[in-house]
């Protein structure tokens, strides 16, 4: 009797990629992480080398199956989830990339991004038309600039020759061996060139970011067969790809946010934060954007997102930039070693800010600072402005959406933090839930990918999304009044204007 055949969900995001083997029944099998490295040309600016991605992505996936004892042929459906807006653009013929990929941090087209700003019409048209802001943050002035930058790429893009796709079209690609140049609708609408309401490229806004509608690929469903696998030297041809969503999209669908109001924060390299708003997007007054949250069977949920560019990427610089840390798990025992932060305050602005503050020009700052001050304090002044940050998104999504926020469900690697799941609850004012299983984002690729070949329904996406830990809200009002106002005084400070 042959066995039952499972999952494989491939997570591809800033820092490595991961690979899940999953269970019809929700159990991981096996695992396998790799790491990414990250590449700083200049100050500000932040790629990817294309063929790291593919190496990352074959080591994990045969580190998955053998972790699970199991083969290729064991797999059912593959889903897949990455790293959104990070922008690659390669040769249709050849499937070779024309230069690094530009990761969703890099902040090289700012200054094209300000410009754009200064047209009034342009800024409100934009957000009415894809639910986003004009930020460097978002694909299209990246595809852009590729175009502008690589001898010949926009002559080359004209007659067609190139394509241009984010990272789970990238891998589509690689997986089919150029067959299939799809990209799923969560993806799409992180580009700034898809219209939100109808789910499809608008020219006026190709025009707009100077891209070539011939680059751009084929706009799918988030849970339905888009291609198989064909010429992978570590896959078995015929497998279908079922299953793609962004990575924030895909960990609200792995942690079961199916009702109106649910919400979810991601604590990874960023901290994201998305609420499920239902069948129709809200155009939010408080600096969030609109997303769609998944496509199944032509229906559209969507979501209100607020970003934080840094959060765990702060607890890496303290390792990598100011030596205080071995590893990164270090930094809650060393957090514990005091009481309080002892009135310092972090705000780690590395990249800028992003929701609800959208300001390019903010600095990292550390205000409080005193002879006293400890590795220890500012450990947990770390974390404590990770969940500043995150508080600011909460609170800007319970004024759109008109409702208070019950719950926040969470996942990440940091999520395993309790110190900042606790504190993150206090400041919030919020039940926080921590499921079982942190790793959402792989989760709920495979899950895409299960309801994508028939698996399983969302009831059983639900059944199998249990909590694992829940925080509850236990500082008193006037303590956390005084975090507030230091946090504000802070935040000030970072968004300060400085003499160029």
Same mark, same amino acid.
């Given at each position: 009797m042959s066995k039952p055949?499972?999952?494989?969900?491939?997570?591809?995001?800033?820092?490595?990629?991961?690979?899940?083997?999953?269970?019809?029944e929700g159990v991981t099998l096996g695992r396998a992480n790799t790491e990414l490295p990250q590449h700083f040309p200049k100050p500000g600016w932040v790629s990817h080398d294309p063929r790291e991605i593919w190496a990352s992505v074959e080591a994990s996936v045969r580190g998955a199956l053998k972790a699970a004892g199991l083969h290729g042929e064991d797999v059912a459906a593959i889903g897949m989830t990455n790293q959104r807006e990070t922008?690659? !653009?390669? =040769?249709?013929a050849t499937r070779k990339p024309i230069d690094l990929a530009i990761v969703w941090q890099c902040r090289r087209t700012a200054s094209v991004c300000d410009e754009l700003k200064k047209d009034a019409g342009t800024v409100a048209r934009v957000r009415e038309k894809t639910g986003l802001v004009i930020d460097a943050y978002f694909s299209a002035t990246k595809i852009a600039w590729l175009l502008d930058h690589v001898h010949g790429a926009r002559a080359r893009a004209e007659k067609g020759e190139l394509a241009f796709g984010t990272v789970d079209c990238f891998l589509l690609s690689q997986l089919t061996s150029g067959a299939v140049h799809a990209t799923d609708v969560t993806n799409a609408s992180r580009t700034l060139l898809m219209d939100l309401a109808r789910g499809e490229w608008d020219a006026e806004l190709?025009?707009?970011?100077?891209v070539p509608e011939s680059l751009l690929p084929t706009i799918v469903g988030n849970a339905e067969i888009v291609g198989r696998t064909a010429g992978v030297r570590f896959?078995?041809?015929?497998?279908?790809i079922a299953g793609m969503a962004g990575d924030q999209q895909a960990a609200l669908f792995g942690q079961a946010c199916f009702a109106r109001g649910d919400a979810k924060c991601t604590y990874g390299t960023g901290a994201f934060a998305l609420m499920n708003i239902g069948d129709r997007p809200i155009l939010s007054e408080h600096g969030l954007v609109a997303t769609p949250a998944w496509s199944l069977g032509g229906e559209t949920t969507y979501a209100l997102e607020g970003s934080a560019f840094i959060a765990g990427a702060a607890v890496q610089w303290l390792r990598d930039g100011l030596g205080i840390l071995k590893t990164a798990k270090d930094v809650e025992a060393l957090a &514990?070693?005091?009481?309080?932060? =002892?009135? !310092? !305050?972090? !705000?780690?602005?590395?990249?800028g800010l992003g929701a609800p503050h959208w300001d390019s020009d903010a600095r990292g700052?550390?205000?409080?600072?005193?002879?006293?001050?400890?590795?220890?304090?500012?450990?947990?002044?770390?974390l404590e402005g990770i969940a500043f940050q995150v508080r600011d998104l909460l609170l800007a999504m319970a004024q759109d959406a008109k409702q208070p926020l019950r719950r926040l469900r969470v996942d990440g690697g940091a999520a395993a933090n309790d110190l900042l799941m606790q504190f993150q609850a206090d400041v919030a004012e919020v039940s926080v839930e921590r499921p079982a299983d942190v790793e959402s984002t792989g989760r709920g690729a495979a899950m895409l990918a299960g309801i994508g070949v028939g698996m399983f329904s969302l009831g059983d996406v639900a059944r199998m999304s249990p909590v694992g830990a829940r925080f509850e809200p236990r500082m008193g009002a006037?303590? &956390?009044?005084?975090?507030?106002?230091?946090?504000?005084?802070?935040?000030?400070s970072a968004r300060a204007k400085r003499a160029p």
């Amino acid at each position: 009797m042959s066995k039952p055949k499972q999952l494989l969900a491939i997570d591809q995001g800033t820092t490595g990629t991961t690979v899940l083997i999953l269970s019809r029944e929700g159990v991981t099998l096996g695992r396998a992480n790799t790491e990414l490295p990250q590449h700083f040309p200049k100050p500000g600016w932040v790629s990817h080398d294309p063929r790291e991605i593919w190496a990352s992505v074959e080591a994990s996936v045969r580190g998955a199956l053998k972790a699970a004892g199991l083969h290729g042929e064991d797999v059912a459906a593959i889903g897949m989830t990455n790293q959104r807006e990070t922008t690659l !653009v390669w =040769d249709r013929a050849t499937r070779k990339p024309i230069d690094l990929a530009i990761v969703w941090q890099c902040r090289r087209t700012a200054s094209v991004c300000d410009e754009l700003k200064k047209d009034a019409g342009t800024v409100a048209r934009v957000r009415e038309k894809t639910g986003l802001v004009i930020d460097a943050y978002f694909s299209a002035t990246k595809i852009a600039w590729l175009l502008d930058h690589v001898h010949g790429a926009r002559a080359r893009a004209e007659k067609g020759e190139l394509a241009f796709g984010t990272v789970d079209c990238f891998l589509l690609s690689q997986l089919t061996s150029g067959a299939v140049h799809a990209t799923d609708v969560t993806n799409a609408s992180r580009t700034l060139l898809m219209d939100l309401a109808r789910g499809e490229w608008d020219a006026e806004l190709c025009a707009t970011f100077r891209v070539p509608e011939s680059l751009l690929p084929t706009i799918v469903g988030n849970a339905e067969i888009v291609g198989r696998t064909a010429g992978v030297r570590f896959l078995p041809d015929g497998l279908p790809i079922a299953g793609m969503a962004g990575d924030q999209q895909a960990a609200l669908f792995g942690q079961a946010c199916f009702a109106r109001g649910d919400a979810k924060c991601t604590y990874g390299t960023g901290a994201f934060a998305l609420m499920n708003i239902g069948d129709r997007p809200i155009l939010s007054e408080h600096g969030l954007v609109a997303t769609p949250a998944w496509s199944l069977g032509g229906e559209t949920t969507y979501a209100l997102e607020g970003s934080a560019f840094i959060a765990g990427a702060a607890v890496q610089w303290l390792r990598d930039g100011l030596g205080i840390l071995k590893t990164a798990k270090d930094v809650e025992a060393l957090a &514990r070693r005091v009481p309080s932060s =002892d009135g !310092v !305050v972090f !705000v780690p602005a590395l990249a800028g800010l992003g929701a609800p503050h959208w300001d390019s020009d903010a600095r990292g700052t550390i205000t409080g600072l005193t002879r006293g001050t400890t590795a220890a304090h500012l450990a947990r002044a770390t974390l404590e402005g990770i969940a500043f940050q995150v508080r600011d998104l909460l609170l800007a999504m319970a004024q759109d959406a008109k409702q208070p926020l019950r719950r926040l469900r969470v996942d990440g690697g940091a999520a395993a933090n309790d110190l900042l799941m606790q504190f993150q609850a206090d400041v919030a004012e919020v039940s926080v839930e921590r499921p079982a299983d942190v790793e959402s984002t792989g989760r709920g690729a495979a899950m895409l990918a299960g309801i994508g070949v028939g698996m399983f329904s969302l009831g059983d996406v639900a059944r199998m999304s249990p909590v694992g830990a829940r925080f509850e809200p236990r500082m008193g009002a006037s303590e &956390r009044a005084a975090h507030l106002d230091r946090w504000t005084a802070a935040l000030a400070s970072a968004r300060a204007k400085r003499a160029p």
